[in-house]
């Protein structure tokens, strides 16, 4: 289940997916995903003053994937099966990341932990999480094509055949990644204004 989500986040091929789901680098790392969804969907089953205080220690035992998603995805690189700049597990990782640091920001808010004096830097930081998982899309979606357009060059080119049908642009992310997004870009425009409102009352 991790591993397809990788696959759909990043937007690449499944057959060559497959490939680099078989490759010796990434078989402990399948397993270290997965395990950490697994904990992290357990997360969700609890209380909103239980979670925020667990998703806190979840954040510190997720760091270690992200070098090792990094390192893999150079592996995978200098093996050929991805283009350079590629990075379907960093960039998964760091998603995952991005979006827990805003749940434990907006959990704060829901269980009044906050003072008022804090308000604006929280939708401050609010604002830079959701500005940085856009980012972080829109860097999905140029990789996802660039590694289309590679898997075209080197597929062989049959002769004799007829023109063939322009091939769809591929999408980072699926119907559901992509209603995630509208709500990052409300909620970021939200804490946005919120920040400024609160500073320009402050004046």
Request: glycine share 6%.
């Amino acid at each position: 289940m991790a591993w397809e989500a990788v696959r759909n986040f990043a937007g690449l091929s499944p057959e060559g997916w497959k490939a680099i789901g078989e490759q010796e680098e990434t078989h402990e790392l399948q397993h270290q995903l997965a395990q950490a969804v697994l904990v992290r969907m357990r997360l969700s089953c609890l209380n909103g003053a239980r979670h925020r205080r667990r998703l806190r220690h979840f954040l510190h035992d997720w760091a270690p994937l992200q070098p090792m998603c990094d390192a893999c995805d150079e592996a995978l690189q200098a093996k050929g099966l991805l283009e350079r700049g590629v990075q379907p597990l960093g960039a998964w990782a760091l998603g995952q990341t991005l979006d827990a640091m805003s749940l434990y920001l907006r959990l704060g808010f829901e269980l009044d932990l906050f003072s008022p004096c804090e308000f604006q830097m929280t939708y401050w930081y609010l604002d830079c999480i959701c500005g940085m998982r856009l980012q972080l899309h829109e860097a999905s979606q140029r990789s996802a094509h660039t590694q289309m357009l590679a898997v075209e060059e080197k597929a062989p080119k049959k002769a004799n055949k007829k023109k063939a049908k322009p091939t769809k642009p591929p999408m980072a992310g699926g119907a559901a990644t992509r209603a995630e997004l509208q709500l990052v870009v409300v909620r970021r425009d939200l804490c946005r204004a919120l920040a400024l409102l609160i500073a320009a009352l402050r004046q």
